[in-house]
């Protein structure tokens, strides 16, 4: 309380002195009177008065001091000082200002999502101790439903453990019909994230009575907000979901949503009512691996020794069923990204980024470092004089200090004011329209804390990297010689170490952002096994309209018919999921004639797809040897196949694959009818994958991809495709979307990280510069005089370029060379997310070496021409 | 009471005239310490004035200007209650101080 009137006072110091003078007039004359009243004369008693006051000028301000916080008052006239001389040099203010705010920003960014992504707990109303439980070998992330009752049922380390996994269907409320993205989950999975609902309740373990027992539903409250127009009496309708009637028994929170950070589901519905909603029963089937499991750690139980735990659980399943579980193991990964296989490049790419953005900083400070220090070597003459008339070194210190703080944390507000404009727009932001998937990366304390550190610490860095130059100014020096050669020469040398360092950053970075942009590059030519340029695609699900069975095929085939028939159209095919969607199915298989069906026995585990005839065409797949799939290759006819060369490969060698068989169980054997050239199946960065073809006729799937090939503009295509699928089955739901553009979402982790790398090469291009620029700059307008000299003695041009930026030149080459070889060693991370990244390559090194020389010559293009442009005979006359 | 003030009693001697006099201003002060104490203490200006200034900051005393007798403005100080309560306590360290030293110098 105190205090803070004595900091208050600091801006009344005026008024504060006027009442302490008046106070101690009135003392004074006060003492004169009764002095005079003792007989002194009048001068006497004036002199006695004041003598017992001793030095007036010490008593006031020993008076103020109590009054007032002194010492905050002398570090508010430094920064008064600092603020003016800020003022006086604005192009440097302003330059400072934003380098920082950029420096700043792109931590705050990268860090904010970091923070959103992996740092903060899943936002659940009880976080504590929740963990993804995986399978033990790396990318299986999902467990079968028996699997999961197990584990839940044998282990003693967990409080619960809930089932879950996301999926879409067909919502129909009476009057339309669209896609929705929902979360089945066990019953106790509300329960054990202890979330509260809204409205009406959630479901729970006891309403679970076998399959199809629990016919509910919560919705999200956007759903419930935007599809039912915050209906109050909600519960208790009836919602069909894949024409299954669920009544819906309550909305869920506005804030929870669930288990995965990114996804936004529109419902939830029970697990138990999968065989109804999907038309396939997974929960009898242990072989089925579809759902994630969360488990919730007990307290005082650490992870290693819950994993050792779910493994001796484990071992006693692959013992008990030595078939499915066999060599099963478990193993805990942090919740809310995907397991591994989100998880994982997420965590890498995120890291190698906030790294990345922190030596982006590191570069920034070290370009105002040496500016910095240019300009108290300037002021050396200012500070000497300081120092002559009594000013401390350590306050001196204190003020240049205090101007690179009050630099640093005005570049710090303006860092945060544009990084949280852009993160507004991220956590606005939805990438891919068809997926409910969205960020939230707002900046909390933790963001703001990292900002105010930054800015703090970037400003006591390049405050104090000029500081020794300042301790060792002595007064007499500097005012005798002002600047010396000899003294410009050694300050250089720290100079010239922060701008090598400055230039070895950037090359890093704009090596790191070239290889990223050009492994995209290839990675949009890699051949895909499929030609999607021309083709449209329609996505469906027989079941979301209530098809199954023959019902579908007839229904598929009347689609194709259809597309067929439409003009412009070249050929038409169907795929249950199509490459590069949302993710294939695979199965084992194994060599003809086997006996042992164990998982461990397979030879290996393609993924696989069911295709109509035409498929092959429209899609733009090659048949290298074989023949393609008939219409006569239909439920009475011997099983078939296609298999891709790698498919062949591993399972013939170099032997002919076309006529030859194989199994996928003990009673499924399929005859090779054709090979098909190798794809990408799952993911751009994949390494060839076996990949299997099965008739459509012969394995009723639901899931349905009407590919459709035209020269024809994608939009035409599309609306003729609507129309036609409408007249089938309005309330079948239906996207239409062209190839290339549904495969954005497959090239989206790529493309977001090349836009990061991109913008951070930017910046450390950008840095790189000014930085160049700086040293060049001043390296000249040091030495003009020196130069003009040498111009009239007959220095050739050549000569006194090689004088005045030879050193500049000098740092950029070496620099250069450094930041390669190190950009070209921390590539081999960037391989991991962006495909076909490698320094490896002419391209890229020429590349990297061509914008570092384009930027030198940027940078010392005009300082080069000043100094060409020197006039020895006005510079002499100067002085 | 030069240097060697002893500690605190020079916040001793103001608070307890405050309290006998209810307002009094620096001058008036000072006056009545040497009156009260038989011209034996004889408080400096120099160390008065940032002394009070130090309690009204600490609020162990208000302030308010005021017309003296003769018409002079002058600067009024009064005991707060958290004066009263530091009063009590300065006196009752003072007597155990005295009597601290009275037993030290009897001592044999």
């Not at chain 1, 106790?188 to 309740?201: C, K, V």
């Not at chain 1, 953005?357 to 220090?373: K, R, T």
């Not at chain 1, 689609?559 to 169907?574: F, K, N, R, Y």
């Not at chain 1, 740092?811 to 390669?820: A, E, F, H, K, Y």
């Amino acid at each position: 309380m105190s205090l803070v009137h004595r900091i208050g006072n600091l801006f009344r110091r005026p008024h504060l002195d006027n009442e302490i003078d008046s106070e101690i007039r009135a003392h004074i004359e006060m003492r004169t009177a009764d002095n005079l009243a003792q007989g002194m004369s009048p001068e006497e008693a004036r002199r006695d008065a004041l003598v017992r006051f001793g030095n007036p000028v010490v008593m006031r301000e020993r008076v103020t001091a109590e009054d007032a916080a002194m010492a905050l008052d002398s570090i508010r006239r430094d920064l008064h000082y600092s603020f003016r001389q800020l003022r006086r040099s604005p192009a440097f203010t302003l330059t400072a200002i934003v380098t920082l705010a950029i420096g700043i920003a792109a931590n705050v960014v990268v860090f904010s999502v970091l923070n959103a992504l992996i740092l903060r707990p899943l936002d659940v109303p009880k976080p504590a101790g929740l963990y993804n439980i995986v399978q033990g070998p790396h990318g299986f992330d999902n467990q079968s439903y028996l699997d999961y009752l197990d584990y839940r049922q044998r282990n003693n380390t967990f409080s619960d453990m809930a089932a879950y996994r996301f999926l879409y269907a067909g919502l129909s409320t009476g009057s339309a019909a669209y896609k929705a993205w929902f979360y089945e989950v066990s019953g106790n999975y509300f329960d054990m994230l202890g979330a509260e609902p809204l409205l009406g309740r959630f479901f729970h373990t006891n309403d679970e009575h076998g399959p199809n027992s629990a016919p509910y539903m919560v919705l999200s409250e956007k759903m419930w907000r935007t599809r039912f127009h915050s209906d109050p009496a909600i519960v208790g309708k009836t919602v069909d979901l894949n024409k299954h009637p669920l009544t819906v028994i309550g909305v869920a929170p506005a804030s929870f949503h669930g288990t995965d950070i990114f996804f936004w589901p529109d419902l939830w519905v029970p697990m138990v009512d999968e065989p109804e909603i999907e038309g396939w029963d997974m929960l009898g089937k242990r072989t089925a691996h579809a759902v994630w499991i969360l488990g919730k750690v007990k307290p005082g139980v650490s992870a290693q020794q819950a994993t050792d735990n779910l493994n001796a659980v484990a071992a006693q399943l692959a013992k008990q069923y030595p078939t499915a579980d066999d060599k099963m193991s478990a193993r805990l990964v942090q919740p809310g990204l995907m397991g591994d296989q989100f998880g994982d490049p997420t965590r890498a790419f995120l890291l190698a980024l906030m790294l990345l953005a922190f030596l982006v900083l590191l570069a920034a400070c070290a370009n105002l470092a040496s500016i910095f220090g240019a300009r108290a070597a300037d002021r050396g003459r200012e500070l000497a004089i300081r120092l002559a008339i009594g000013s401390s070194h350590w306050h001196i210190l204190r003020q240049l200090l205090l101007e690179a703080i009050c630099l640093s944390i005005l570049g710090g507000i303006c860092g945060l004011l544009l990084s949280s404009w852009l993160l507004r727009f991220l956590s606005n932001w939805n990438p891919m329209p068809e997926f409910p998937v969205h960020v939230i990366v707002l900046p909390d304390v933790s963001v703001y804390g990292l900002a105010l550190l930054l800015s703090i610490g970037s400003g006591l860095l390049f405050g104090l990297l000029p500081a020794r130059q300042v301790w060792q100014t002595s007064e007499a020096q500097v005012i005798k010689t002002g600047t010396t050669g000899k003294l410009i020469f050694r300050r250089l040398t720290s100079r010239d170490l922060l701008l090598g360092v400055q230039i070895v950053l950037c090359t890093l970075l704009v090596t790191a952002s070239l290889v990223a942009l050009r492994g995209m590059q290839r990675s949009l030519h890699a051949p895909l096994g499929f030609d999607p340029q021309n083709v449209t695609l329609a996505l469906t699900d027989m079941h979301m309209a209530g098809h199954s069975g023959k019902e579908a095929l007839v229904l598929q085939k009347r689609m194709l018919d259809g597309a067929e028939q439409l003009s412009g159209v070249t050929a038409a095919g169907i795929i249950d999921d199509r490459p590069l969607g949302a993710g294939a199915s695979s199965d084992y298989v194994y060599r003809q004639g086997a006996t042992d069906f164990r998982t461990s026995a397979s030879v290996m585990v393609p993924d696989m797809f069911s295709i109509t005839p035409g498929y092959l065409e429209a899609a733009g797949t090659r048949l290298i040897a074989g023949r393609d799939l008939t219409w006569h290759d239909d439920a009475h006819s011997p099983e078939v196949a296609l298999v891709n060369e790698t498919f062949a490969h591993r399972m013939f060698g170099n032997a002919l694959a076309v006529g030859q068989y194989f199994m996928t169980g003990k009673s499924e054997s399929y005859q090779i009818v054709g090979v098909v050239q190798n794809g990408k199946y799952d993911s751009l960065t994949e390494d060839a994958q076996p990949a299997m073809f099965f008739a459509q006729e012969q394995r009723d799937a639901s899931d349905t991809t009407l590919v459709v090939r035209s020269q024809l503009p994608s939009p035409v295509i599309a609306s003729e495709l609507s129309h036609m699928l409408d007249k089938l089955d309005p309330n079948l739901p239906m996207t239409i979307q062209s190839w290339p553009n549904e495969l954005d979402f497959v090239l989206f982790p790529a493309r977001v990280a090349t836009g990061a790398l991109g913008v951070m090469g930017l910046i450390a291009a950008m840095l790189a510069v000014t930085g160049v620029f700086g040293m060049a700059t001043y390296s000249v307008s040091k030495r003009m005089k020196e130069l003009g000299v040498r111009v009239a003695l007959g220095a050739r041009p050549a000569q006194l370029m090689r004088s005045a930026l030879g050193r500049p030149l000098l740092l950029l080459l070496c620099g250069s060379c450094i930041g390669l070889l190190l950009g070209v060693i921390a590539s081999k991370l960037l391989a991991q997310i962006v495909y076909e990244a490698t320094p490896r390559d002419p391209l890229v090194l020429g590349g990297v070496l061509i914008t570092m020389a384009l930027l030198g010559l940027l940078a010392t293009w005009f300082p080069a021409r000043h100094a060409l442009r020197i006039d020895p005979a006005s510079l002499l006359r100067e002085e | 009471m030069a240097k060697n003030d002893l500690q605190g009693s020079l916040d001793l001697l103001v608070l307890k005239t405050l309290s006998q006099l209810g307002e009094q201003h620096g001058y008036g002060i000072v006056f009545h310490i040497q009156r009260a104490s038989g011209e034996l203490l004889n408080v400096e200006e120099g160390s008065l004035y940032p002394a009070l200034h130090r309690m009204e900051q600490g609020g162990w005393i208000s302030s308010a200007w005021k017309l003296t007798e003769t018409n002079r403005k002058a600067k009024y100080y009064r005991l707060t209650a958290v004066g009263r309560r530091q009063l009590q306590q300065a006196e009752e360290n003072f007597e155990q101080f005295v009597k601290g030293v009275r037993a030290m110098l009897r001592y044999a």
